[in-house]
Nanobody
Framework: QVQLVESGGGLVQPGGSLRLSCAASGFTFYNSPMSWYRQAPGKQRELVAR????????NYADSVKGRFTISRDNAKNTVYLQMNSLKSEDTAVYYCNARHSGRTYWGQGTQVTVSS
């Protein structure tokens, strides 16, 4: 079955960095678009970044452009989210998302807290 396992969340001070990882299994990773979403308390889940399968084309939410970088390693079936210059408003649960064969899959989420 499809599994998406996130890791790398934690507590970081404003201006700091974190790298999230999402290990995928149970589907053909290399040709599946992969995304990171986040959900802050009391807010709707929102798209943070996406990387498509072919060509590695990426897109980002305006709020994270220039600070976050999404990448994928097809040999390791893993997608990453490098987060730099973190702000308090980046505090949220971050979810890995995969689209495959017309279905959408979610990881369990990893908490990112930006606070001094």
């Amino acid at each position: 079955q499809v599994q998406l396992v996130e890791s790398g969340g934690g507590l970081v001070q404003p201006g700091g960095s974190l790298r999230l990882s999402c290990a995928a299994s149970g589907f053909t990773f290399y040709n599946s678009p992969m995304s990171w979403y986040r959900q802050a308390p009391g807010k709707q889940r929102e798209l943070v970044a996406r990387v498509i399968s072919i060509g590695g084309i990426t897109n980002y939410a305006d709020s994270v452009k220039g600070r976050f970088t999404i990448s994928r390693d097809n040999a390791k079936n893993t997608v990453y989210l490098q987060m730099n210059s973190l702000k308090s408003e980046d505090t949220a649960v971050y979810y890995c998302n995969a689209r495959h064969s017309g279905r959408t899959y979610w990881g369990q989420g990893t908490q990112v807290t930006v606070s001094s």
